[in-house]
Protein backbone atom coordinates (compact mmCIF):
# COMPACT_ATOMS: atom_id res chain seq x y z
CA UNK A 1 0.00 0.00 0.00
CA UNK A 2 2.51 2.28 1.03
CA UNK A 3 4.85 1.94 -2.19
CA UNK A 4 1.89 2.57 -4.06
CA UNK A 5 1.29 6.11 -2.96
CA UNK A 6 -0.42 5.00 0.13
CA UNK A 7 -0.28 6.13 3.70
CA UNK A 8 3.08 5.69 5.30
CA UNK A 9 2.87 2.02 7.84
CA UNK A 10 6.63 1.31 7.88
CA UNK A 11 9.46 3.20 8.08
CA UNK A 12 11.15 4.37 4.47
CA UNK A 13 13.87 1.69 3.76
CA UNK A 14 16.22 2.17 0.97
CA UNK A 15 16.51 -1.29 -0.05
CA UNK A 16 13.13 -1.57 -0.76
CA UNK A 17 11.79 1.75 -2.54
CA UNK A 18 15.07 1.62 -4.59
CA UNK A 19 12.90 -1.14 -6.78
CA UNK A 20 9.11 -0.67 -5.63
CA UNK A 21 8.25 -2.62 -9.42
CA UNK A 22 10.30 -5.93 -8.13
CA UNK A 23 9.08 -6.01 -5.08
CA UNK A 24 5.91 -5.73 -6.39
CA UNK A 25 6.50 -8.52 -8.94
CA UNK A 26 7.75 -10.97 -6.00
CA UNK A 27 4.88 -10.21 -4.00
CA UNK A 28 2.09 -10.62 -6.49
CA UNK A 29 4.05 -13.55 -7.92
CA UNK A 30 4.81 -15.44 -4.57
CA UNK A 31 0.67 -15.32 -3.83
CA UNK A 32 -0.17 -17.05 -7.24
CA UNK A 33 2.53 -19.53 -6.46
CA UNK A 34 1.40 -20.02 -3.17
CA UNK A 35 -2.19 -20.01 -4.11
CA UNK A 36 -1.43 -22.55 -7.47
CA UNK A 37 0.93 -24.64 -5.55
CA UNK A 38 -1.46 -25.82 -3.29
CA UNK A 39 -4.19 -26.14 -5.75
CA UNK A 40 -1.83 -28.30 -7.74
CA UNK A 41 -2.11 -31.01 -5.08
CA UNK A 42 -5.74 -31.25 -4.92
CA UNK A 43 -6.89 -34.72 -5.95
CA UNK A 44 -10.34 -33.30 -7.44
CA UNK A 45 -8.21 -30.60 -9.53
CA UNK A 46 -5.23 -33.38 -11.08
CA UNK A 47 -8.39 -36.16 -12.36
CA UNK A 48 -9.95 -33.99 -14.16
CA UNK A 49 -10.33 -34.74 -17.51
CA UNK A 50 -9.84 -30.97 -18.50
CA UNK A 51 -6.34 -29.99 -18.94
CA UNK A 52 -6.76 -27.42 -16.25
CA UNK A 53 -3.69 -29.55 -14.01
CA UNK A 54 -1.32 -28.67 -16.87
CA UNK A 55 -2.35 -24.77 -17.45
CA UNK A 56 -2.32 -24.24 -13.51
CA UNK A 57 1.30 -25.73 -13.78
CA UNK A 58 2.16 -23.20 -16.31
CA UNK A 59 1.18 -20.50 -14.77
CA UNK A 60 2.90 -21.63 -11.91
CA UNK A 61 6.21 -21.99 -13.33
CA UNK A 62 6.26 -18.38 -14.94
CA UNK A 63 5.06 -17.18 -11.68
CA UNK A 64 7.99 -19.06 -9.72
CA UNK A 65 10.20 -17.41 -13.01
CA UNK A 66 9.03 -13.87 -11.60
CA UNK A 67 9.57 -14.43 -8.12
CA UNK A 68 13.30 -15.79 -8.87
CA UNK A 69 13.51 -12.82 -11.13
CA UNK A 70 12.76 -10.40 -9.03
CA UNK A 71 15.07 -11.56 -6.25
CA UNK A 72 18.17 -11.34 -8.55
CA UNK A 73 18.01 -7.33 -8.90
CA UNK A 74 20.54 -5.81 -7.04
CA UNK A 75 20.16 -3.75 -4.48
Same mark, same amino acid.
Given at each position: !? $??? #? #? +???? %??? +? &????? +?? =????? !?? #? /?? !???????? $??? @??? &? @?? %? /? /??? @? &??? &????? =?????? =? /??????
Amino acid at each position: !I $QLA #G #G +PELF %PED +P &RFNAF +PV =ALLVH !IT #G /SA !IFAFLGAL $QFV @RRF &R @RR %P /S /SWH @R &RAG &RVLVV =AGLLVV =A /SCTTPL
